[in-house]
């Protein structure tokens, strides 16, 4: 059960990448390019429809709403855009990924991080 629920997780992963490039494509008709694009923003957004802290609803949208939306937008992408949407996201899949890329990343954002706390200090922000 627990192998069949990972294996859909890692299909809906690889389907919104799949429909991150349909929209880019010019076969998919507009009214799907932006609608593939609401979606796909918000299933990479840190911002939910319903709020987590709230019991049982809070998952709802990941749970429920998010999945049907991408089986509708799976559902209204033509068959080419998508099959090629879908080698797209497994060729990236494949790509090895950077540990330095990632140290490097974090390290960027650690310096903003202690450039912004010393001007903020520096502005008399933390009192003295």
Do not use: C, Q
């Amino acid at each position: 059960m627990l192998a069949r629920l990972k294996a859909w997780a890692r299909r809906l992963k690889n389907d919104v990448v799949a429909l991150a490039f349909a929209a880019r494509d010019s076969r998919t008709p507009l009214f799907v390019r932006i609608y593939i694009a609401l979606i796909v923003a918000y299933a990479l957004s840190p911002i939910d429809l319903i709020p987590d802290v709230i019991p049982v609803l809070g998952y709802l949208d990941e749970a429920l709403l998010l999945p049907a939306a991408i089986w509708l937008a799976l559902r209204i992408v033509p068959a080419d855009v998508l099959a090629d949407g879908r080698r797209h996201a497994e060729a990236v899949a494949e790509r090895p990924r950077s540990l330095a890329g990632a140290v490097i990343i974090v390290g960027i954002w650690l310096l903003v991080a202690w450039l912004g706390w010393r001007w903020a200090r520096d502005a008399g922000w933390f009192g003295t």
